[in-house]
């Protein structure tokens, strides 16, 4: 697993700055209701998506909260008077206090399907009736673009994919929230190169293939095979899904 400490400092430039980030808020957005005057961003990060949601819609109040203390001095810089440190599975705010709650890139990460089931039924919690969830679901399956790349890293050993669409459509209905639409956008700039996947695999991005493990080496020796080492293939395509609390 990557230290989110130590990657709060590269993390904007190496997953596609600002154009992916404006494209993740545009699509957040577009499932949020038009009268939503707040929202909670969990897991934010650097803030950089966050800060996009704040301004992308006027009169609501966004507030971002994350675990990783460089990543919330980041948000913090961005966002001041507005960033929360704190754990997503034990949020410190009173129930039913936003009109909408977004998780975007964060399920994915967790250690346990119960780590996702307190994630989800957190941001239930805090969500007003008639407000909406949004969060993205099956993170890696949205990297498989059908490159050579990915043919490559097909045959690494598996992990659980605890943000599987329906899994958090299950942990959701548990909480009472209904599912409210989808929308999907690009991860702009996150295009993998050989040669790149290569450093990402040796700072421990694949966690079923740790770094320095002759495993790993092997899969390195095969990515570096591969021709147009800089070469971005395309894009990831990430989906979102929405869930709403149920009005009154």
């Known amino acids: 697993m990557l230290d989110y400490d130590k990657e709060a400092e590269r993390y904007d430039a190496s997953r596609g700055g600002e154009p992916r980030a404006a494209a993740a808020a545009e699509a957040v957005l577009s499932l949020v209701p038009p009268r939503a005057r707040s929202l909670l961003d ?26 990783a203390p460089a990543m919330a001095r980041h948000a913090a810089a961005r966002l001041p008077g507005a960033v929360v440190r704190a754990d997503c599975r034990q949020l410190p705010f009173c129930g039913q206090q936003f009109d909408a709650v977004s998780s975007v890139w964060l399920l994915h990460l967790a250690d346990s399907d119960e780590d996702v089931r307190a994630i989800v039924a957190e941001c239930a919690r805090v969500l007003r009736p008639g407000g909406v969830y949004v969060t993205t679901v099956d993170k890696a399956a949205s990297h498989n673009v059908g490159s050579d790349i990915d043919a490559v890293l097909a045959s690494r050993p598996p992990r659980a994919a605890r943000d599987g669409a329906a899994l958090v459509e299950s942990y959701a209905l548990a909480r009472g929230l209904a599912p409210a639409g989808q929308a999907r956008f690009a991860g702009r700039g996150q295009g993998r190169s050989p040669r790149r996947t290569v450093a990402d695999l040796r700072r421990g991005w694949f966690v079923t293939l740790p770094p320095g493990e002759p495993l790993a080496e092997r899969f390195a020796a095969r990515l570096q095979a591969l021709p147009d080492q800089d070469r971005p293939r395309p894009d990831p395509r990430f989906t979102l899904r929405a869930y709403r609390k149920p009005a009154g």
């Open 42 to 67: 969990v897991a934010c990060g650097t803030g950089i998506v966050t800060r996009r949601l704040a301004a992308g819609r006027d009169g609501m109040r966004v507030t971002g909260v994350d675990l």
